[in-house]
């Protein structure tokens, strides 16, 4: 339980939000944080802002990547993301951190460091926290777990949009290509694969808005009458 701002007693929970890139993981974790006042989590970046700060040092060496993930500090702040008091939240976004993150948070020194720190984000107050294994791996008890999944057509048009949006030029079928690729290395790797938890929610997100996700989320949530 924690005290809110007007004094009450809330419960403190955790949802898991798991699925492949393109999938619209962390649109809809926003917005599902936003309206049940939880913080924020976006694990992805975390790896992300490992693999920008390789990438900036030239060293993609195992040694050298875990060495970078021990040293670092990495906080998320009001959705921003600080890596060692720089926020790179656009930087992360990168086509070159895309091409690289997977081989990184394929390291188990890596990953055992990232989710030391998420594991810490959640221990003291709620949160709704995405990424690929937060409902197997990170979080294993969140109260709420749900798995984001799409048509890998629909998941490279978005992501090619998105990257249109921020002024990337690329190729729809690259993006694609580089889909499939990243789907297999994150599916395939030995420690934390991508998968679905046994007691996860399924939702295929190809036709469906955000918006019309969020509120099946929400729906969900409320049936239990302790929470809202």
Known sequence: ?????????????SVAIDGPAGAGKSTVAKMIAERLNLA???????????TLKALERGNFSKKGII???????IEIIN??????????TEEIRKPSVDEKVSTVASIPQVRKRL???QRQMAKNSGVVMDGRDIGTTVLPNAKYKFYLTADIKIRAKRRYEEMLNKGINSDLEKVEQEL????????ERECSPLKVAEDAVIIDTSHKTPEEVVNEILDYIKRDENVL
Request: aromatic share 8%; net charge neutral; no cysteine.
């Open 1 to 13: 339980m924690r005290v809110s701002s007007n004094g009450k007693l809330e419960k403190v929970y």
């Open 79 to 88: 959705g921003r993301i600080y890596l060692d008091g720089r926020d790179v």
């Open 67 to 73: 060495k970078i993930a021990e040293e670092s500090t």
């Open 40 to 50: 924020y989590v976006d694990t992805g970046a975390m790896y992300r802002a490992i």
């Open 115 to 117: 989710v030391e720190i």
């Open 180 to 187: 499939a690729q990243r789907d297999k290395q994150d599916m």
